[in-house]
């Protein structure tokens, strides 16, 4: 089994910037391919990022120059640095993992979810 816990939501102005880590737990070498979604009240679920293990990177085409998605491997910890956030970036955002080759897209359903944490950005 795999624990994903996110940690390093908030409140913050447009324009503004915030961090997301995402703490893997568990058997980690089974994970392949990990990334962050969100989901805003009323909307459905979107794939922000995703990393697999050689460390290629895909993004959605709105988070496109503003997120940066990474992986320390020793910690087994996945970031997200969030840059030049927007009031349409206010959502929950979760961590997923997969263990299945080839890496899941971000439309695609994955193993191992976290908890969430909140990223509100105000006007």
């Known amino acids: 089994q795999v624990q994903l816990v996110e940690s390093g939501g908030g409140s913050v102005q447009a324009g503004g910037s915030l961090r997301l880590s995402c703490a893997a737990y568990?058997?980690?070498?089974?994970?392949?391919?990990m990334a962050w979604f969100r989901q805003a009240p009323g909307k459905e679920r979107e794939g922000v990022a995703r990393?697999?293990?050689?460390?290629?990177?895909t993004y959605t085409d709105s988070v496109k120059g503003r997120f940066t998605i990474s992986k320390d491997n020793a910690k087994d910890i996945l970031y997200l640095q969030m840059n030049s956030l927007k009031p349409e970036d206010t959502a929950m955002f979760y961590c997923?993992?997969?263990?299945?080759?080839?890496?899941?897209?971000?439309?695609?359903?994955?193993?191992?979810w976290g908890q969430g944490t909140q990223v509100t950005v105000s006007s």
């Open positions: 997923a993992a997969d263990s299945r080759r080839p890496c899941r897209s971000l439309l695609d359903t994955y193993n191992y």
């Open positions: 568990g058997y980690t070498y089974l994970l392949y391919c």
């Open positions: 990393i697999d293990s050689d460390g290629t990177v």
